[in-house]
Nanobody, 124 residues
C-alpha cells in the first residue's frame, strides 16, 4: 500500500505561482512512476504531468507545457509540481497518483494509488 498526501494548494492571482508537494509513505516510492491530475469545477479529472522513477522522463498535457514542471526527490519520498504563470482555467483540485511500475503514463487507469487532493484557485 502507498499513501499519498498532497499539500501546497491555495488561492493565487492570475500570473502567480504555486508549488504542490506530494509526500508518499508505505511501500517503495523511488521505483514508481508518478503523476499529477486535476479536476476543475464541473469537469472530469484530467492528466496534468507525469514523471518516471528516475526523474529522467516527463510528460505534460499541452495546456501546461512551459508553465508547469514536475520533479521528484526520492530521498524525501516526494514529488512536486511547480506551477508558474497560473491562469483561471488552472483552478481545480489537484491529485497526486502513483503507479506500480517506474515508467510514465498519462491514463488514469495506469495509476494504482491516489491522494485526497489539494485545491488550487486562480483568481482573475
Amino acid at each position: 500500500q502507498v499513501m499519498l498526501v498532497e499539500s501546497g494548494g491555495g488561492l493565487v492571482q492570475a500570473g502567480g505561482s504555486l508549488r504542490l508537494s506530494c509526500s508518499a509513505s508505505g511501500r517503495t516510492f523511488s521505483n514508481r512512476g508518478m503523476g499529477w491530475f486535476r479536476q476543475g469545477p464541473g469537469k472530469e479529472r484530467e492528466f496534468v504531468a507525469t514523471i518516471s522513477w528516475s526523474g529522467e522522463t516527463t510528460d505534460y498535457t499541452d495546456s501546461v507545457k512551459g508553465r508547469f514542471t514536475i520533479s521528484r526527490d526520492n530521498a524525501k519520498n516526494t514529488v512536486y509540481l511547480q506551477m508558474n504563470d497560473l491562469k483561471p482555467e488552472d483552478t481545480a483540485v489537484y491529485y497526486c497518483a502513483a503507479r506500480l511500475t517506474g515508467t510514465i503514463a498519462t491514463r488514469q487507469k495506469a495509476y494504482s494509488y491516489w491522494g485526497q487532493g489539494t485545491e488550487v484557485t486562480v483568481s482573475s
